[in-house]
């Protein structure tokens, strides 16, 4: 029995379960039928149905709502060290069923197994980091004036709205809602409609970790539908967002009404910048890990290639040489380097640019192709011959498809780095400290590497600048969206207070 057979058998238990049960919603620990009946999700490694889903509707949004009100004020009101307990038997719970969310993940999503099977160990270290967090969360300052003892203290802001989106669905959802319980809110959960699976592994972990009901409540169902009622919500104080930057604008929109407070982590188009003085062997193998693998389909990926014209020809050479060599193949396969893209959708919009490329004037030097009859397979794609105005290093393609733009000084590399609608990372390659220095802090992006690959590290702060979000995730930023700061006064003596309609 090779690797692959034994995943694909190991998946078939797994998967049993949700073909006879389905997936239900989970509000206030209970499971509930969706308001519209049942939508089916597919896997893209062969488009077959994997099982029915709960289709959601702004009335299951509105108990779930409810069921995070209900459920806040004694989830609040519990002693740090008990949350804190909790939070991480949740984390010991993720590591117990690692296997489960891996293969669920891969079938579900078309990430490969490779990448996969760390996944929900770090969805278990976001619930750790946070745990570790959860005693401090609340501290504030002293600040005395001369009349009054004022301090500071952070309250949760109440219950809070996750919408998550398909790539990597497992993670990103406990980097949101790990924090947010940390901090004492409640939460409803949305996940993405073609990713349900993990999610649903989610709530169900959490709750046999001890957390009460209604503290964290799934709905699914689709964005224009769930999703908008849940910005909507009155009861829901805050909308924690992971998706396009389109999509994080209809977010702002929806939630005017009801003033809600957003953060928002969107898309990207960022930039590798390699100078002709790097390592170039270390910043091949970084930049092609940044855009081949996740199937290319994440938030931070490196899609713009921008490298000196004095080595361009070298680099590209190796560049094509290994991309050609990338294994594209089924997820379960520990070897797949590369699986299927999540959607028949989202397959027509990458192999789309494979035409606006040439039609563009620039060349397809590896890739370019699909793969296979059934599933969403392409291979893996190099644009060279590339300028900065064209639309592949313009828009945020979102599959394992790179653009290389050649740039011959600091100052014109500098210009195409920052002339992008995004500003999510940027990855610099040089040993000259100067130039580093300079230009790392002229570029304009949330997150820069240099002479490194995206490294997470959880206190360092995740977001992005111009159309790749607003707000930041990480550290104590997580809890400053997820708290409000309270002042309190204490006046110290008799200070004078100005008498008004006093004789
Ligand atoms: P998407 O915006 O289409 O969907 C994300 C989520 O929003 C889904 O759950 C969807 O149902 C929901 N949604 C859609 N319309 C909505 C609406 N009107 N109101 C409320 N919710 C709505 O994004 P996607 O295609 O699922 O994910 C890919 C995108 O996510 C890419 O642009 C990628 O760059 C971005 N992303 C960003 C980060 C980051 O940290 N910056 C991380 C991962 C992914």
Redesign the pocket.
């Known amino acids: 029995m090779t690797a692959l057979d034994d995943n694909i058998a190991k998946l078939a238990g797994f998967l049993e379960r949700f073909r006879e049960t389905g997936i239900h919603n989970r509000i206030g620990g209970q499971d509930v039928a969706g308001g519209k009946g049942v939508f089916q999700t597919t896997s893209p490694v062969d488009e077959t149905v994997i099982c029915d889903v709960a289709h959601g509707t702004a009335d299951d949004i509105d108990r779930a709502a409810n069921a995070a009100h209900d459920a806040f004020g004694a989830w609040r009101d519990l002693p740090a060290t008990e949350r804190r307990a909790i939070l991480i038997r949740v984390a010991e719970g993720i590591e117990a069923r690692a296997e489960e969310i891996a293969l669920c993940e891969c079938w579900d999503t078309g990430q490969a197994f490779k990448f996969m099977s760390k996944a929900a160990l770090r969805g278990a270290e976001n619930f750790r980091y946070f745990a570790d967090q959860v005693v401090q969360a609340r501290d504030g300052q002293h600040l005395k004036s001369p009349t009054l003892m004022n301090i500071t203290t952070r309250v949760p802001i109440g219950p809070v709205g996750v ?6 669905p497992f993670m ?1 959802s406990t980097w949101k809602i790990a924090p947010a319980l940390a901090a004492g809110c409640t939460v409803v959960h ?5 990713s349900p699976l993990t999610a649903r592994l989610l709530v169900e972990i959490a709750e046999e970790a001890g957390l009460p009901p209604g503290v964290l409540n799934t709905v699914n169902g ?3 539908e ?3 009622a ?2 909507e919500h009155p009861k829901i104080k805050a909308i924690a ?8 604008s ?2 702002t929109k ?1 939630g005017a009404d009801t003033l809600k407070r957003n953060h928002l ?4 188009k960022n930039p590798v910048i390699v100078f002709d003085d790097a390592d170039l062997d270390r910043a091949l193998d970084a930049a092609i890990f940044m855009i081949y693998s996740i199937n290319g ?4 990926s490196s899609s713009r290639l921008l490298v000196q014209d004095t080595i361009r020809e070298d680099f590209e050479a190796k560049l094509i040489a290994r991309v050609n060599n990338i294994k594209v193949g089924h997820p379960l396969d520990p070897a797949t380097e590369v699986g299927p893209l999540i959607s028949a959708e ?1 397959f027509a919009k990458v192999t789309s640019y494979f035409d606006i490329a040439t039609q563009d004037g620039a060349t397809v030097a590896a890739g370019g192709e699909t793969l296979g009859d059934k599933g969403y397979f392409v291979r893996p794609t190099l644009f060279t011959q590339a300028t900065n105005d064209m639309r592949i290093a313009q828009e ?1 393609i ?1 599959g394992p498809v790179l653009t290389s733009i050649p740039f011959s000084t600091e100052d014109d590399a500098l210009r195409m780095a920052n002339d992008t609608a995004y500003g ?1 990372t940027a990855y610099v390659w040089t040993n000259d400290l100067t130039r580093a220095l300079r230009f790392t802090d002229k570029l304009e992006a949330g997150m820069i590497w240099v002479n490194s690959e995206n490294v997470r590290h959880l206190p360092t702060p ?3 600048v111009k159309a ?2 607003i707000g930041r995730d990480g550290g104590d930023w997580s809890f400053d969206f997820y708290m409000e700061q309270k002042h309190v006064g204490f006046a110290t003596g008799q200070h004078k207070i100005t008498k008004l309609g006093a004789i």
Request: glycine letters at 18%.
């Open positions: 919408i998550t989106p398909w790539n990597t990103l949305k996940p993405a409609e073609a689709f964005g224009e769930a999703g908008r849940l910005c967002f992971v998706g396009e930057s389109r999509t994080g209809l977010i929806q982590e969107l898309g990207g389909e994440r938030c931070t989202h945020e979102f999510l995740f977001g992005g790749s979000g």
